[in-house]
């Protein structure tokens, strides 16, 4: 744990109150207080609008840098800065919490929880964190390897911690806690790992543990638990004699969303997909009954201070394409057919833009954001999705719209009071399901009892990408259910949004833009390099009067996915920062774009099974963090450069654990010394499909 003496003058100093005194009023009014982000979606009801206008679509053109804090990894930044008089305090990854003056990147101290990196094996989605929340004076961190803790925001030392989960189990935990009535919620990850969600409050002064709800019901028995009021109802939607979920606990993780909702009193959780996502594998479905798995894919009610079941509504009834319901919720009233209704709007992956009661959890209207192929609607009598019979990939391979990657996923939409738009990061990614008849659950790896096939390897990748997945950012008229405009994007690792009183949204893209658009017509007013992907929520504040614009700038995170194969900017491990900007600063530095050979890569003698045993154990253990195809996402080495990657010793050392300490975990448990040579024959092969590419450009004649 690092510190930086001298915080609490600096901000006592700029303000007369302590640091981060948030509390139930203050957040509550929080719309008075435009100045302060103090809560995830700044307010309670998350909407991600900000009342500052100095910023506004006259003056935009002329935002400059303020201030660029380097923090001290290269792997990705999904954190939603919070600022509390005139103090900043985020998360980079592997949760280590920064404090730094908002008004100049001065750090004012350094919280790292130490999380040992062998947790890394355990994260689908690299060493991410999604923010801290704050209360009372206190800073909370939930860690990946699942504790929860509270940090004194004076001066960045550990007040109390708590281990939120089983730490034995493949749980992890990505996502910000939040903050309401001295309780401090938290969620989990791991559905694809085999977990058995849950969410648990606790006292934000003690670390006691008030309530906890599990997602999915436990078949042995009741947990004592706030959930155990609803098991039976749950059980009778799974099949308790057979299926994976048995041993697993089914999934269900809710990782992002969490949202006190202070008018109806409500918590309202974003609940996970299935593990293994394959139903039929997971809870085999029985004929002429319920087979819905209930709490999966729901948005989930219960009671903030007991954590009481009061109602639900399942998105994506028996769940089987990694379908969560977890994306990020904004809680609104909406004039619909003549009357106010408080409603919650909600895009989650599965394509449909939702508009759900707040008082009943009852469905008001459902319609595609997206081009959808699982179902043809939502019912509006049961609420029920009408599914395409052939879409649950049984009986044959089935291209489905939107896939695991979302329609929408974790990067926050926002909506702007002035437009009434609700503006979403939308990903257009259909992608090929089949059943995996020869599923095993695998520890330490992916489990989703699916033969998700997304591309073929090498340079064809590239083009199939570019052809088949589409992002763009899409304004939405929630009242209409419809479109008002969009604007494509690059790939479909865009960043979350901002909506503010000036009339514009912002937003990242995956190829490092950041952008403003006049929230009305979509039209851009400002495209600036930010130097990496923006991925989070940007955010705006105020300090003296001043308006800033903050966001992260990082690689890694989902841009494993696509974006590293269409970056310029693959391989470029520069350090995460939080870039801040405001009217009249400085000039917008210029980047070149890094050029990063490949060196010629070692010959190795591989038959065909060795190198599909290699790519198939690179899927399952690399990935994750050196992105597909072994096109690294640019937080992670690039596995075709790495100079290991010449000796089959030197590479078996570092999967072996010579490099932990750096962030490499050790598979040693999992991986022996065949299945490492198969994977480094693998990456060569790749590598040499990248060398040869490059060789055809230079040799080229110039055009
Ligand atoms: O089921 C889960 O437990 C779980 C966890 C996470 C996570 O914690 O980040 C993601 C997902 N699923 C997931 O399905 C997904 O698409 C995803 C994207 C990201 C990300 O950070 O970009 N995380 C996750
Ligand atoms: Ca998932």
């Known amino acids: 744990m690092a510190l930086a003496a001298g915080a609490f003058s600096l901000i006592s100093a700029t303000n007369p109150r302590r640091p981060a005194a948030v509390d139930q009023a203050r957040l509550e009014q929080a719309d008075a207080d435009p100045a302060n982000w103090m809560t995830h979606g700044r307010t309670f009801n998350e909407d991600r609008y900000s009342p500052l206008g100095a910023i506004n679509r006259q003056n935009v053109s002329k935002l400059g840098v303020a201030w660029s804090y380097e923090m001290r990894e290269s792997r990705g930044v999904e954190a939603t800065p919070i600022v509390v008089d005139g103090v900043m305090y985020i998360t980079s990854a592997w949760s280590i919490v920064h404090a730094i003056d908002a008004t100049n990147g001065k750090e004012l101290w350094v919280y790292d929880p130490e999380v040992p990196r062998i947790t890394g094996t355990k994260a689908c989605c690299d060493a991410i964190s999604r923010g801290v929340t704050v209360w009372n004076g206190k800073v909370y961190v939930a860690t990946l390897d699942g504790r929860l803790v509270a940090i004194d925001a004076r001066n960045g030392r550990k007040v109390w911690e708590q281990v939120t989960l089983d730490r034995s189990k493949p749980y992890t935990i990505t996502g910000a806690p939040r903050a309401a009535r001295g309780l401090i919620y938290i969620g989990n990850s791991g559905s694809e790992y085999g977990v058995r969600g849950f969410v648990s409050a606790y006292d934000a002064e003690t670390g006691k543990l008030r309530w906890r709800f599990y997602i999915t019901p436990n078949p042995k028995g009741p947990d004592g638990a706030a959930s155990d009021s609803v098991r039976d109802r749950a059980l009778e939607t799974w099949n308790t004699a057979a299926g994976e979920w048995l041993r697993s606990g089914g999934g269900g993780a809710s990782w992002d969303a969490l949202v006190f909702d202070k008018e109806t009193n409500t918590l309202w959780i974003g609940t996970g997909n299935g593990g293994p996502w394959n139903r039929e594998l ?69 394509g449909f833009f939702y508009v759900i009661d707040r008082t009943n959890c009852g469905l008001i209207s459902a319609k595609p954001f997206v081009p959808v192929s699982w179902a043809t609607g939502v019912d509006p009598k049961s609420g029920r999705p009408i599914e395409n019979p052939e879409a649950r990939f ?29 503006y979403i990061p939308v990903r257009d990614a259909p992608v090929h399901y089949a059943a995996d008849p020869a599923f095993v659950h695998r520890e330490g790896s992916y489990n989703t009892g699916t033969a998700y096939t997304a591309f073929p390897e090498g340079p064809a990748a590239r083009e199939m990408i570019r052809k088949l997945l589409k992002g763009y950012l899409l304004a939405w008229d929630p009242v209409q259910q419809k479109e008002a405009w969009r604007v494509p994007l690059p790939g479909i690792d865009n960043g979350g949004t901002l909506a503010t009183a000036g009339g514009l949204v912002f937003q990242g893209t995956v190829d490092g833009r950041l952008r403003a658009y006049n929230a009305r017509t979509g ?84 038959s065909e099974e060795m190198l599909q045993a290699g790519s198939l154990n690179y899927s399952h253990y690399c990935l994750g963090c050196h992105g597909m195809s072994a096109v690294s996402g640019g937080a992670t080495p690039d596995l075709r450069r790495t100079p290991y990657l010449q000796d089959g010793e030197s590479f078996r050392a570092v999967v072996h654990g010579a490099l932990a300490t750096s962030g490499m975990p050790n598979f040693s448990a999992w991986l022996k010394d065949a299945d490492v040579e198969a994977i480094r024959a693998y990456i060569a092969g790749r590598a040499r499909d990248a060398f040869q590419e490059e060789q055809k450009r230079k040799h080229a004649p110039v055009k």
């Open 282 to 350: 997971r809870s085999p479905s029985i004929p002429g009954r319920n087979n819905d798995n209930l709490y999966l894919s729901s948005v989930l009610g219960v009671d903030p201070d007991t954590g009481a079941y009061k109602c639900h509504y399942q998105e994506t009834p028996g769940e089987t394409w990694d379908f969560t319901a977890t994306q990020p919720m904004i809680l609104t009233t909406l004039k619909i057919g003549g009357s106010d209704r408080r409603v919650l709007l909600h895009a989650p992956k599965n």
């Open 394 to 422: 049984q009986s044959a391979p089935f291209l489905v719209s939107p896939s695991g990657w979302g329609g929408h996923n974790w990067h926050p939409m926002s909506m702007s009071r002035q437009t009434g738009l609700v």
């Open 523 to 606: 039209a851009i007013l400002w495209d600036i390099d930010n130097g990496a992907p923006a991925f989070g929520g940007p955010i705006s504040y105020s300090v003296k009067g001043r308006q800033y614009l903050a966001v992260t700038a990082s690689f890694g995170t989902p841009a494993y996915l696509t974006g590293a194969i269409l970056s310029t900017k693959v391989g470029d491990m520069r350090k995460s920062r939080v870039n801040v900007y405001r009217l009249g600063g400085a000039p917008i530095p210029k980047r070149p774009v890094v050029e990063n050979p490949t060196p010629e890569p070692p010959v190795i003698a591989a």
